[in-house]
């Protein structure tokens, strides 16, 4: 069967004001709003397009993570996803750990893609695609902003410093994205109430045969600097003065 | 002792200056070591810029026709390779660095440190995570390889060499993949200075009110030498494109004037903003959050005033 794969993350709301915790041990997660990663949501978006044109039969979402992590996924069942598949774990998860999870779960799905989003909006790694491609030894399309299957190819159109540069890839591929290749799809109430009847198979890293590891070690979490106030000018003049004087404009 | 290679980032047989940032980076971890590698279809003109950046003791080249468009997939298993011996490997956090850095710690069964802002010592690094909303310390185990990419922002490039390092041609065995081609590069399309490197940025808001409106931000950016930006709002309602969105979901700017019309100042716009050197906010809302962050902030109808703040700039006075 033709397969898209795709990781979803759970992270914090990126309308979330983030706080670090008083005595540094990390930043304050208790009753703040969780999310599919926006990234993730635009690698959904993309594979159920590819599989609305024809050209994938099936979508499989998974995510790594503690038992909550079914809420996200429940979400992008609801969005289109045919199934879904939960490594469910407590344990600090770094990239490394995450592509070779998602290296078994290729394996046992044969994926002809996978697409992920290029980075998770706690962390900010931008890691787990690329690495997830050099374990599988497939090709990698990092920071999507078009992507056109044809046959046992792909031609994908990147975002990079330079501007735009195209890729042609042999299928299976990882792609990650990009914020511009495409506007992920609302949820609708019945596609919710639907959602709760599709499988979601649950694993264990453990019967995956990777062990977590941890080889980062998080030392302690700052707040950044903080901006300081500012003055009000009056009217554009005395505007346009200040940003002179600074040598601005 | 640490031992750091750095693969160098370069165009058009030019060094890009995120070389010289990674060996500023490099600097920074006592008593290292630094080499640098280039990958190119002919690497010579580029290994002589790179061997004239203080602190690099050697220059390996990797000259190879599959290089000649720099791809991650094909320089990856023969940077792996060439790692064998180094304690660290460190690449820009550019769209070259990010691609590529990530596939060789797969490779090479190492942890990554991403965007490393400051170094604490040859284990221990600062980063920025929540879109530098929070800075976090990591550490590896003293022996543990470590792969990293250069926040660029965050260092000064190294200077000149007084004698320039010795440059090594290396010929790496791992096999280049073929199933990865490149295709084209296209240049970004507009004549307007890019958003993400920009000095100056002029940014607007769901004020603005259309897509039309939008044109007095071009007009006034075009007379500053300005790349224009959008708030999520802007962006969402159709008034300016993806590409223009700057904010935690959007582009992180650190640009030297950031202007914002009609922007109140979400959290996630604010996180995209808060590195710039001066910013300055026009709002009709006196209450606008954005005021909270801006150097300069101006209370009025943005409609009246870009184009007096425009025709003010013009008249140098």
Same mark, same amino acid.
């Given at each position: 069967m033709k397969r898209i794969l795709v990781s979803i993350k759970r992270v914090v709301d990126y309308n979330v004001r983030i706080r670090v915790k008083p005595d540094g041990s990390g930043v304050i997660t208790d009753g703040v709003k969780m999310s599919v990663n926006p990234f993730d949501e635009i690698a959904l978006e993309e594979a159920l397009r590819i599989k609305e044109k024809g050209l994938a039969e099936e979508v499989v979402a998974v995510s790594i993570g503690p038992a909550?992590?079914?809420?996200?996924?429940r979400t992008a069942l609801a969005m289109g996803a045919d199934r879904a598949?939960?490594?469910? =774990?407590?344990?600090?998860?770094?990239?490394? =750990?995450?592509?070779? +999870?998602?290296?078994?779960?290729?394996?046992?799905?044969?994926?002809? +893609? *996978?697409? +992920?989003?290029?980075?998770?909006?706690?962390?900010?790694?931008?890691? =787990?695609?690329?690495? +997830?491609? *050099?374990?599988?030894?497939?090709?990698?399309? =990092?920071?999507?902003?078009?992507?056109?299957?044809?046959?046992?190819?792909?031609?994908?159109t990147r975002e990079v410093d330079a501007g735009l540069e195209t890729l042609e890839v042999d299928l299976p591929a990882v792609i990650t994205t990009d914020l511009r290749l495409n506007e992920p799809r609302y949820v609708k109430l019945p596609d919710i109430m639907k959602a709760k009847k599709k499988p979601l198979d649950t694993l264990d890293p453990a019967a995956l045969g990777v062990a977590p590891i941890e080889r980062l070690k998080a030392v302690k979490y700052e707040p950044p600097a903080q901006r300081s106030k500012g003055i009000m000018v009056k009217d554009a003049q005395e505007l346009v003065a200040a940003l002179r004087s600074k040598g601005l404009v | 002792m640490s031992k750091i290679l750095i693969v160098a980032e370069h165009a058009n047989d030019k060094l890009n200056p995120s070389t010289a940032k990674c060996v500023a980076c490099a600097t920074k971890i006592a008593g290292a070591e630094i080499h640098i590698v280039v990958f190119a279809a002919e690497a010579s003109a580029i290994a002589a810029q790179a061997a004239n950046i203080a602190g690099v003791a050697k220059v390996i080249t990797v000259s190879h026709a599959a290089h000649q468009n720099a791809l991650a997939a094909l320089i990856a298993p023969q940077l792996a390779e060439l790692a064998a011996g180094y304690t660290h490997v460190f690449g820009p956090s550019t769209t070259f660095g990010k691609d590529l850095m990530p596939r060789v710690a797969a490779l090479l069964d190492a942890p990554q440190a991403s965007d490393i802002m400051a170094v604490e010592s040859a284990t221990r690094f600062?980063?920025?995570?929540?879109?530098?909303? @929070?800075?976090?310390?990591? #550490?590896? @185990? #003293?022996?543990?390889?470590?792969? @990293?990419?250069v926040r660029t922002a965050s260092f000064e490039a190294a200077g000149a060499a007084t004698s320039a390092a010795a440059i090594e041609a290396a010929h790496p065995a791992a096999a280049i993949p073929a199933h990865t081609r490149f295709v084209s590069v296209s240049a970004a399309r507009s004549d307007r200075p890019d958003l993400q490197t920009a000095a100056k940025v002029v940014s607007g808001g769901r004020a603005l009110g259309s897509a039309d409106n939008f044109q007095i931000l071009y007009s006034l950016a075009d007379r500053m030498g300005a790349a224009v930006g959008a708030s999520r709002a802007a962006v969402d309602a159709g008034y300016a494109a993806n590409d223009m969105q700057v904010g935690q979901t959007g582009k992180i700017i650190a640009p030297e004037l950031y202007m914002a019309f009609g922007i109140s100042g979400a959290i996630q716009h604010l996180t995209g903003i808060k590195d710039a050197r001066t910013i300055v906010a026009v709002n009709k809302d006196p209450e606008a959050p954005i005021f909270e962050v801006a150097d300069f902030g101006l209370v009025g109808d943005l409609f009246q005033l870009v184009p007096e703040i425009e025709k003010l700039i013009a008249s140098g006075s």
């Open positions: 909550d992590c079914q809420q996200q996924l598949v939960h490594v469910q =774990t407590d344990a600090s998860i770094e990239p490394g =750990t995450a592509a070779r +999870l998602l290296l078994k779960v290729v394996e046992r799905e044969q994926p002809m +893609l *996978a697409i +992920l989003g290029k980075q998770a909006i706690d962390d900010d790694c931008n890691q =787990t695609g690329q690495m +997830l491609a *050099a374990l599988w030894d497939r090709p990698q399309a =990092t920071f999507a902003s078009k992507v056109e299957i044809a046959g046992d190819k792909a031609l994908v | 600062r980063r920025p995570i929540y879109a530098g909303n @929070a800075i976090i310390t990591v #550490e590896v @185990a #003293e022996g543990t390889r470590l792969v @990293a990419t």
